[in-house]
């Protein structure tokens, strides 16, 4: 009897031989199985369902109020999406949400423990690298829980640092770097860094044997991230560190309008068919 197999072939620790390999990782995020059976298509190494969803899919100004289960459900429409074998899917994390690890260690491990147990993500990412946060993240991956960390401009503390590019002095650029040094220490398996210096983005990627991942942070992280409504345009407005590569709303609403405008125009043809014969669906 031949052996089921029913886990991924890259562990989230592999992106470190990426990144001694010199190999550009490559993540995107997903919401939805549309959105996740795009991005593995696409070849993307990772895929990330964010708490950017919060804002992006379901509307709010912030990515506060998406709740775990939220992104639990939203993880395991991605994860439906995915058209490959289980062992050649990309590696599926998501984003804990705000005040879902923030209280304390055990609810952080109940919290990522449920991604984990009821979805096919093999990971989690957590934001800052706080004293309480790097005791969270020592706790998770005692427990068997990778995590991938967050630094720079974590949306999470909007309400405190805004959506500014972050560590413009040396004093902060210092901070960002003695905090990557502390993640990679506690155990993540990488970093991602958003919205800051290029400089800095560098010197953290040359400094850390775990890989860098950036958004707005330069040419030379070890990995790009980025929001897939943002690269497709699907968004109102993107931010300037992610500038759209298709105007992906206009064309879908010159499309459906298109669409529109078709029927209303047969509606007023006195000769349309019908009864014309649809295929089977
Ligand atoms: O939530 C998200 O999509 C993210 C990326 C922007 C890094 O955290």
Known sequence: MGMKVLARNMLPTELIRFKQTGKTITILTAWDSISGALVEAAGADVVLVGDSLSMVILGHATTLPVTLQQMLYHTQAVARGFTQPINKQPLLVCDLPFLSYQCGEEKAVASAGLLLKESYAAAVKVEGAEPEIIGVIQRLVRMGIPVMGHLGLTPQSVHRIGYRRQAE?????????????????????SVVLEHVPDSLA????????????????????????????????LTSKQPPFSPPLISGRKIFEETLKEWIQQQHLLGENPTKQKSQQEPDY
Do not use: H, N
């Open 169 to 189: 002095d040396k004093q902060s650029q210092e901070q960002i770097l003695s905090q990557a040094l502390a993640l990679e220490k506690a155990g993540c398996f």
């Open 202 to 233: 560098e010197q953290v990627t040359k400094q850390l044997a775990i890989p860098v991942i950036g958004i707005g942070a330069g040419k030379s992280c070890d990995g790009q991230i980025r929001v897939t409504a943002d690269l497709l345009g």
